[in-house]
């Protein structure tokens, strides 16, 4: 793809659209703010696969019906510092925010605060809920099951989703350490970014039924939804890589957010029901710890800050000058792309220019429209 045909926006303007967007579909304008926040923040660390190029997604599934724009969530149970919620098949992003929240809040109270959730959906990049509890001085964790794309060690069939697992700390550095991976080796969401882009999937990343790793990425878009292909699970295939080690990870996320939660695991989560489009009946479970019941917060900081300055000074592979820390990439990546704009591709272009058309969002200009 020719970088030519990149189109620089800045991303307040894409924010908006997207919090526009939303409203249209009837999603309440400040739930409709707490979603854009979550899609912009992805686009801006470099996340594209979560991004505005993943907005059609929660469009489609508001008009089949399994994405319930009005959020109604409820507590099922509550003690002083755990809770459990239904998000009843809401925005995923606005019952993860307010998990968190209450996470935070009983943190504040009771040393520790830790929700899990049930019947909610995709809730965007899981590293923004680990990043508010940063906000407050806290350390963050957030877990999340998802559709079934990853095949177990020695399997072919995807079973376990791709399980995302986020650990964010405060410390003395200009950013946190924010850690954000899925439990794969790759995300659904960028095979969807190479098919764009007319890019192939790196071998061994995904797997098919005779054990083959398949790197066409628009057909395997086609087969992991048809179950003839599965994602990897972190370390790849077999054991040497460890494999096993992502594929036990895996599982542990599934257990805590389906488990713990009373909720749905497996093909339960696929979106189908039927052949027809049904609630994803996602799980999250988010833990907040308040730094302050185990050391002053200043301390904390100051430690983390020398661990990742101990490793980020240590000796080097030749040719390389850098060692990153997890969350230093797109601390980087969100300086600039808030000075320069998001890069908007011409796939992407394609999908603003419908998405303006289809809800009626007239007060943009985009220079691709």
Known sequence: METSNIVYVDYRELERFMKEGFIALGVPEKDAQICSAVLIESDLRGVESHGIGRFKMYVDRIHDGILNPITKETTVKETGNTALIDGNHGMGHVIAYRAMEKAISMARDA????????????????????????????????????????????????????????????????????????????????????????????????????????????????????????????????????????????????????????????????????????????????????????????????????????????????????????GEKEFDMVKRRKAEGIPINPAVQKIIRDLKKDLGLMGFDFPFI
């Open 111 to 326: 040393n520790i605060g830790m929700v899990g959730v049930r019947n909610s959906t995709h809730f965007g990049i899981t590293g923004f809920y680990p990043d508010m509890a940063i906000k407050q001085n806290m350390v963050g964790f957030a877990f999340s099951n998802a559709r079934p794309s990853v095949a177990p060690t020695f399997g072919v069939a995807p079973v376990i989703g791709t399980n995302p697992i986020s650990f964010g700390a405060p410390s003395d550095e200009e950013y946190p350490f924010l850690l954000d991976i899925a439990t794969s080796t790759i995300q659904r969401g960028k095979i969807e970014v190479y098919a764009r882009e007319g890019k192939p999937t790196p071998k061994g990343l995904t797997i098919d039924v005779l054990g083959n790793e398949p790197t066409d990425s628009r057909e395997l878009l086609k087969t992991l939804v048809e179950g003839t292909a599965s994602l990897l699970p972190l370390g790849g295939a077999g054991e040497e890589l460890g494999g096993h080690k992502g594929y036990g990870l895996g599982m542990m996320i599934e257990i805590l957010c389906a488990s713990l939660t009373g909720g749905s695991f497996g093909q339960a989560l696929s979106g189908f029901e039927n052949g027809k489009p049904a609630h994803h009946k996602l799980g999250h479970f988010f833990i907040a710890i308040n730094i302050e019941s185990f050391v002053p917060i200043e301390l904390f900081k100051k430690i983390t800050g020398s661990i990742m300055r101990e490793v980020r000074s240590s000796a080097k592979v030749p040719g390389k000058d850098r060692i990153f820390l997890a």
